[in-house]
């Protein structure tokens, strides 16, 4: 593996965590685990056109991040792989922000191309550009994330039913399996039961990378996934992962799901993550 | 008397479907979804010749509005089909951020809307989903009168970039626009002059209104006839031009008083000229199983209710 992009998601992580510190609002430990995902997505996995953004995504594999609370980690890798500034980081959920909560079209941010944040829809957007992508002789990919919990949103089993039934093969669609959602564990709140299981007895190839917060691992399902697109069924990708990831008192808790750490808590964060690329500007 | 002529009476859904299999004749980009009902909504015809370019989801509306978000994406026009209850109301957080809030051009037609659906009852029989699109920001919201005009803005709609609102019905009812007339988005149609009141309509209740003029006539009231397709943007200065001129309006809608074409004028009359109105529409109530012209009696939506609120708003 190119050594560079090792010392990215420490980066990541310290955006994440100074970005939600600083308005005292957003989503860390989702954004923590997935760090991993992202940072092989986008600096390794993607063909894409980081420079100029096109909404069509033409001719590029496209993705769409379906559990839009995750933005803090969506954003610092667009930013760090150069769809903006690293500048507008520091912008994150204040007035007048491209920067919103959750991801939107509506301040024109690059790299994003559909609103998320109420759950269960961006596997039917993600089909929807995968049905374009056919139509226009477009041998690209779509990429999606969801997280586990979810997947107790109706709308992704609908879309589930259409990919496998229709053979919608040009789609790679990940899910966060870390286990934790707001009100506790999804055994406690909904046990998820076999979601692999699941995905395949709706028509889906299935594959699973046992540990999400490990890079090379994490490029190398997402590379399988890949070779297995185009074989006439969709690929699922269950990832496992540690929420909070990267911050030791912040792993396998739900209790960051929600919740920005205090002066102290950060400076601890941050005294566990090396600043590889240079902190963005306060 | 006025001078429109029923050429025959014709389902405004097959409006639709005409102007899809024109669009899919001259339009590579566009591209529909249908959840189940293709037969219901006539796009049979678009479906058999461009098969490509038709997407049958199954029973399942939120992946469908999903999917024509995802479409419109790689540049295509998509419009989506089921009945309006089932376009709205069960779908109204899919299109609110997947196609509203991100601004994507997906055209949203719906049939079967209001009391004209008839003996389904009031399951199926939305009368609040005008007031449901309007509310989103950026969505236009049309509801055309007769075979003719919904043909003509099914092929109007394909043109403007962005979220759309079409909003059709079930039964045969007559066709009197012009057959090649453009549809202008946001543009009111004054279809008789009159100096007396200003009755202002759309969908079904354009023809009832014609029919009422012909009896307000009979006893020398002179009414000016507007069809109001588009609810939103509202052809603000038509409209306002007649309350200016005749001091007395009434609108009439096959929809809930609440939130419809009535709700919309009434705003605009309030901020802009205040004067007596009067409105026919559903009063806060559901629908129920019956014949169309049963229940457009029974609920108060045909030309004697137009005739009885003109009296009323004269008398103000």
Known sequence: ?282 | MHNFINSGNKDTRSGFGDGLLFLGRNNPNVVALCSDLTGSLKMNYFADEFPDRFFQTGIAEANMMGMAAGLSIGNYIPFTGTFANFSTGRVYDQIRQSIAYSGKNVKICASHAGLTLGEDGATHQILEDIGLMKMLPGMVVISPCDFNQTRAATIAISNYLGPVYLRFGRPKVPNFTPSEKPFEIGKADVLTEGKDVTIIANGHLVWEALEAYNSLTKIGINAEVINCATIKPLDLSTLLKSAEKTGRVVTAEEHQKNGGLGDSVAQALALHKPCPMEMVGVNDSFGESGKPDQLMKKYGLDSSAIVDAVKSVLKR
């Open chain 1, 1 to 282: 593996m190119d050594k560079s992009i090792e010392k990215i998601p420490s980066q990541i992580r310290r955006d994440i965590l100074r970005m939600v510190h600083a308005v005292q609002s957003g989503h860390p430990g989702g954004s923590l685990g997935c760090t991993e995902f992202f940072v092989a997505l986008y600096f390794k996995v993607l063909n894409h056109d980081k420079e100029s953004f096109n909404m069509n995504g033409q001719n590029e594999d496209i993705f769409f991040l379906s559990n839009g609370h995750i933005s803090p980690v969506f954003y610092s890798v667009l930013a760090r792989a150069g769809y903006f500034s690293i500048d507008e980081l520091s912008t994150f959920r204040k007035l007048n922000s491209r920067l919103q909560g959750h991801p939107t079209t509506h301040e024109g941010l690059p790299g994003v191309r559909i609103a998320s944040g109420s759950l269960g829809q961006g596997l039917s957007v993600a089909l929807g550009a995968a049905e374009a992508k056919k139509l226009s002789n477009d041998n690209n990919l779509v990429f999606s994330l969801h997280g586990d919990g979810e997947l107790q949103e109706g709308q992704i089993w609908e879309a589930a039913l259409y990919a496998g039934s229709k053979n919608i093969d040009n789609i790679i669609a990940t899910i966060d399996a870390n286990g934790q959602q707001i009100d506790g564990s999804t055994n406690d709140v909904m046990p998820m039961g076999d979601i692999g299981s699941k995905f395949i007895s709706f028509g889906w190839e299935v594959l699973k990378i046992d540990n999400g917060n490990n890079l090379s691992e994490v490029i190398e399902g997402l590379n399988t996934a890949i070779n297995l697109s185009g074989k006439g069924k969709p690929v699922c990708i269950i990832m496992q992962t540690e929420m909070g990831a990267g911050v030791d008192f912040m792993t396998g808790t739900h209790k960051w799901h929600g919740i920005a750490p205090s002066d102290e808590q950060l400076e601890k964060a941050l005294s566990q993550l090396p600043e590889t690329l240079g902190d963005y500007p306060i």
